[in-house]
């Protein structure tokens, strides 16, 4: 439905670039072990997920986002609306938020490198034998 687009990639667990390939090995977060395994390049394209040193450094950005989002629109709807108490809130919020980390962090890695990479279905694998050098 959403092939094509960046939101695709990101909600499947696709590579960027041919949304053929996995991203991470372990197709859903909800397995611990693992669940932050990354394959090293795209089975169908051959795209390097870690482009550099310290590439997914810059997730972390994404990942705080996530809890900032998850805190304030939580404040909002248990204190202005439902009228529970702050520390109450926060209780509830610490285990909230180890339990979604996984999500977190799947999710910011996967956003993170669709900043970078973009949706090219013609692209080939240079290994591939079908793949002719233009001149
Ligand atoms: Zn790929």
Redesign the pocket.
Known sequence: MFKGTKLYSILFNK?P?????DFFVKSSALTLRGFDRMHER??????RYEQEPGFFTGSMYISYAFYVALTVSSFLLFTAILDVDAVDLLWGLIPAMVILTPFFFRMARLIWINFFVSYDPAYTHPAEPNNKIKL
């Open positions: 590579c670039r041919c949304q053929q390939g795209c089975s169908n394209c051959g795209l």
